[in-house]
């Protein structure tokens, strides 16, 4: 793919690996929370909650400045090495310490998500835009895929022993720190910024074109259904699905996610990133709207692999119109902007869906979250329709 230059490549393996590292982690982390250090569903919802809004806080800062400076390599090696902590999850013994580091790996995630998106951009045109995302996001979620089935594999030979295998990702968390560094090399030099009068300012994160803003705010509204996938799993289990092969689903997710990301930024470069977007809000209310209502194994696992359709349909556009929507001097704020919108809908999110699911049970909880998914798609419909693709 004449696209994906090798920049673009190099940042995608980068992801790849620390999805390997996080991904091995995630899927098995409400079991260890719950089962192992007795956490309640509602704390879940606390902790996932609060790391995210942590996350979305940094991608504003280091966005704007990354903007400032006019330059994205110091921030994205510096988040990846952040993120490599997540292994010391395997020493944790109380849930405050499991908070401690689930925030600063999302810290981590953070600082270098923006400049990185800001990276990924300058390396696309108008019209491959979609490409470069959704093959960026394809890598993202093929790393996903691995890492539940090696860790299935590892707790198939050493089984109970969690604690090992947190500690074991430290090695992709490494290697993706090195792809970093190859994407560096392959880059041209940046240099900071000397003109004054062409500085980012603080308050330049506030003027991005109008319509920014409007497709920021059901971006926001849309991510207040967007709660963590945790739910998603914790009600399969509640179902019957064994622990053992909650790391099989949870990879045939990510595979499907890794091929739809391809299709989506594909499809979102031919037909309009909005028409794309549209199409991924609404399956992901759908796909909600079951899980809520359901009760068979067999027809929650088939909607939870639709619901990886979903994300193909949903990541790549949304960055696109984020790049469409703000000019070039500006992305790094752009993007900062859009993940702390939508991130800090994130902990309401988790916090409403955790105290439903403690309170009222799975039904109501992820019902809510279908129903604001249903919310933010009527507003992306009117709204698409008073506005082109791009300023």
Not at 37 to 60: P, T
Not at 159 to 181: D, E, H, K, N
Not at 208 to 222: D, G, I, T
Not at 377 to 387: E, M, P, Y
């Amino acid at each position: 793919m004449k696209s994906i230059t090798k920049p673009v490549l190099f940042l995608s393996l980068a992801s790849l690996f620390a999805d390997i590292a996080s991904e091995t982690v995630y899927p098995l982390l409400p079991i260890f929370l719950t089962g192992v250090l007795g956490a309640s569903v509602a704390w879940l919802g606390l902790i996932e909650g609060v790391a995210e809004a942590v996350a979305s806080i940094s991608k504003m800062i280091s966005g704007s400045i990354s903007d400032r400076l006019q330059r994205q390599k110091p921030f994205v090696i510096i988040g990846y090495a952040l993120s490599s902590i997540r292994s010391v999850i395997g020493l944790s013994t109380q849930i405050y310490q499991v908070m401690g580091i689930r925030v600063i790996d999302r810290i981590g995630k953070g600082i270098r998500t923006a400049p990185r998106d800001a990276w990924l951009a300058k390396n696309a045109s108008p019209n491959t835009r979609g490409k470069v995302f959704g093959f960026h996001r394809s890598m993202d979620n093929l790393g996903a895929t691995i890492a539940p089935l090696l860790a299935a594999g590892f707790l198939y030979f050493l089984p109970g022993q969690l604690r090992l295998l947190f500690l074991l990702t430290a090695i992709p968390g490494i290697v993706s720190i090195y792809f970093v560094y190859l994407a560096i090399r392959a880059s041209p030099p940046e240099k900071n910024s000397t003109n004054k009068g062409q500085e980012i300012e603080w308050k330049a994160i506030l003027k991005m074109p109008r319509v920014f803003y409007k497709y920021l705010f059901v971006f926001s509204v849309f991510a207040l259904a967007a709660s963590a996938d945790s739910f998603l799993i914790l009600k399969l289990h509640d179902v019957g699905l064994p622990i053992a092969l909650i790391p099989i689903v949870w990879a045939a997710l990510n595979a499907v996610k890794s091929g739809a990301s391809l299709w989506g930024g594909g499809v979102s470069d031919r037909i309009g990133a909005k028409k794309t977007l549209l199409v991924g809000w609404m399956l992901y209310a759908a796909c909600y709207a079951v899980f809520s209502t359901s009760s068979s194994i067999l027809f929650l696992v088939t909607t939870f692999l639709i619901y990886g359709i979903s994300s193909g349909f949903i990541e790549a556009p949304e960055k696109v119109l984020v790049s469409n929507f703000s000019h070039a001097r500006s992305r790094g704020s752009a993007f900062g902007l859009f993940h702390l919108g939508t991130g800090l809908a994130l902990l309401p999110a988790n916090l409403v869906v955790g105290w439903l699911w403690q309170r009222q049970g799975s039904q109501i909880a992820l019902g809510f979250s279908a129903a604001m998914a249903g919310v933010a798609s009527l507003g992306l419909f009117f709204l698409n329709r008073q506005h082109s693709d791009e300023l």
